[in-house]
């Protein structure tokens, strides 16, 4: 029989030369030794342990009931009883005496009311920032227990037009790609929690123009895709609309805008208009309705040439100022964000693989530039 190496240590050999010369009580008086030698932790051994610090439970007084917790947070975060106790599906008198019960518990006012309605107090705001904190690392700690079974599924949320108009075109080899895995596409405008596992990865269109903030330290990132970002009109609204010889004359045009006026006011100015006191023009959005409006002669849209290549193509949209210089390129990456501790899981490094191959093999022309 092999031993290894790590059961070495622990298997006491008698010597062969010497055990026929035991008897049947020695050979039992020997093992019974080596069995108490390697028995389990007795509760003594325990209790020996908890005298060292950090192994200790916190003390009874040192814990206030859960319930009491959970409703001063709640009604700290949204501002009012009421709102706490329809967010948690619990009577408003009944938060208000576990509410109570906390503050006998600790001994101080944590809440007062005020004519706009309960404040919390100084002292109040110092408990609340120390404990919401390690609430939240209580609740993602139990989503991802509770999680750990979701590594067969792929959820994936994107930015409306990519889902679209590249995505959602190619499930059937997503699906190839990962047999057995579950997989759900999201299109939306606004990133997932990660935190709270909405989205194994999303995808998102980030301008190298604007002024993004840094990741968080759980999450990070990886360039998938990259395209510029371009004004775009239909062939019959730039035969009927004044001339268009730089970015400045853009203002003299119908300028269709997403949800904010903004992401054509950074463009602009990243390419040296002063946009004054604002620019006017409708409000769709979506930058799949403004692309949409633009090839039916509504206004000028800002889109990118790997959502807009077909109708590029086609000549149901005109990409205005290509090769002038005037209109210096602008560039947009799309990125792929996910978990950094998820980051190899399985299914997800199967879907970056399919999502770098594919883009090479199927739009080569926005492969990111390493």
Avoid at 98 to 112: D, K, N, Q, S
Avoid at 338 to 353: G, I, M, T, V
Wanted: a neutral charge.
């Amino acid at each position: 029989m092999m031993i290894s190496p790590e059961h070495e240590r622990t298997v006491h050999m008698i010597p062969l030369e010497s055990a026929h010369d035991l008897t049947s009580e020695q050979v039992a008086t020997s093992i019974g030794r080596h069995k108490r030698d390697h028995r389990e932790p007795s509760m003594a051994d325990r209790k020996d342990d908890l005298s060292k610090p950090g192994q200790q439970p916190p003390l009874r007084k040192a814990l206030p009931p859960f319930e009491g917790l959970r409703a001063f947070d709640a009604i700290a975060r949204l501002g009012g009883v009421r709102k706490a106790a329809k967010w948690l599906d619990r009577d408003h008198a009944v938060l208000s005496r576990h509410l109570r019960a906390l503050e006998e518990w600790v001994g101080i006012t944590l809440v007062e009311r005020a004519p706009t309605g309960l404040v919390l107090t100084d002292a109040g705001k110092d408990y609340h920032r120390s404990i919401s904190m390690a609430l939240d690392m209580v609740a993602h700690a139990t989503l991802d227990v509770l999680n750990q079974g979701i590594h067969h599924q792929l959820l994936i949320w994107s930015t409306p037009g990519f889902a679209q108009q590249w995505l959602s075109r190619r499930i059937a080899s997503l699906e190839r790609a990962n047999q057995g895995v579950e997989i759900e596409l999201k299109p939306s405008v606004s990133a997932p929690d990660f935190l709270s596992h909405e989205a194994t990865a999303d995808i998102r269109y980030w301008a190298s123009y604007e002024d993004l903030d840094e990741l968080p330290p759980h999450l990070r990132s990886q360039v998938i895709a990259q395209s510029p970002i371009i004004p775009v009109a239909s062939p019959e609204y730039l035969e009927n609309a004044p001339e268009i010889h730089s970015p400045q004359d853009l203002l003299n045009h119908q300028l269709l805008h997403e949800n904010t006026t903004e992401t054509w006011k950074i463009w602009l100015e990243s390419v040296g208009v002063d946009c004054g006191a604002g620019l006017k023009g409708p409000r769709l959005w979506q930058g799949n309705l403004t692309s949409d409006a633009s090839r039916h002669g509504r206004g000028i849209a800002l889109t990118n040439p790997l959502l807009a290549e077909k109708h590029l193509t086609r000549g149901d949209l005109v990409w205005i100022g290509k090769d002038n210089p005037a209109f210096p390129p602008r560039r947009g990456d799309y990125v792929l964000i996910a978990r950094h501790d998820r980051w190899n899981e399985p299914s997800l490094r199967k879907f970056r693989q399919w999502l770098t191959n594919t883009i090479a093999k199927d739009t080569p022309e926005f492969k990111p530039v390493r």
